[in-house]
């Protein structure tokens, strides 16, 4: 490909493709952006802005709104749509005013599996997303991960907060801040991997199963109700089936 700009949350697909865009072009070949808005949390952006860094890729920041998308914050089930047509819309210019060729994304097989409107966006602005192509797996990007000794190798998965909201519940700023709010309590205390899903004034918390008797049978199940009572919820639920990536798309 020669040069790319690389669609770069931070997380652990982006950063192996990071990577090995790097080894296999040089630096000064690959450009990382990020997107600064209010669907990713503070510690996602400071955690990618470390990682480029760290690899010794220039990073960039593109300020994205997806509140003033017309027709996101109504939530319909292809709301990611919007927003990565929008956002790959903005990278597809960045990356013309940069001379580069090509834009990647951190796409993988397992992906197929679930519903992800944002591919069309993808293949209208005709974005590569090489370990799809290649048939890579999330469970091999992890190992090829930790055999580069990327700090990524482990860590926890994450899709944006809107993926919080039932489909259909207006998604506002007020309330992604809450969730991210929670959100950041919870691993504050510890837990590795946590979803607050938002239900108006109902929180239900998802929690790896082996770390839910931590939560239950403990004082810090006082703790957490009564912190995000604070924060506005008026009910706090925990869901017995555990973390499951995508569970809102369960309705569908």
């Not at 919007?82 to 940069?98: V, Y």
């Not at 990327?150 to 998604?171: H, M, Q």
């Not at 809450?178 to 929690?207: M, N, T, W």
């Amino acid at each position: 490909m020669g040069r790319v700009l690389v669609a770069y949350s931070g997380g652990v697909d982006s950063t192996l493709l990071l990577k090995v865009a790097q080894d296999s072009l040089g630096s000064e070949n690959v450009l990382a952006a990020t997107a600064l808005s209010p669907l990713y949390p503070e510690r996602e952006v400071t955690g990618s802005r470390r990682i480029a860094e760290s690899l010794g890729v220039r990073h960039v920041l593109i300020e994205s709104n997806e509140l003033e998308i017309d027709g996101f914050s109504k939530n319909p089930p292809n709301r990611c749509y919007f927003c990565k047509r929008e956002l790959f819309k903005k990278l597809c210019a960045l990356a013309k005013k940069e001379g580069i060729p090509f834009v990647v994304e951190g796409s993988t097989v397992d992906d197929e599996k679930d519903h992800r409107p944002g591919r069309l966006a993808v293949q209208e602005l005709e974005i590569r997303s090489p370990l799809k192509e290649v048939g890579f797996t999330k469970v091999e990007i992890r190992e090829l991960s930790r055999a580069l000794g990327l700090p990524t190798w482990d860590k926890p998965s994450f899709a944006c907060l809107a993926s919080r909201f039932p489909y259909g519940e207006e998604i506002t700023l007020e309330a992604l801040k809450r969730v991210g709010e929670a959100e950041d309590f919870l691993f504050s205390l510890g837990f590795k991997q946590v979803r607050v899903r938002h239900y108006g004034p109902l929180a239900r918390i998802e929690l790896l199963k082996e770390e839910m008797g931590r939560l239950i049978d403990s004082p810090l199940r006082d703790t957490v109700v009564s912190q995000l009572k604070e924060m506005g919820y008026q009910y706090v639920t925990l869901d017995l089936q555990g973390f499951r990536s995508g569970s809102m798309n369960e309705v569908l």
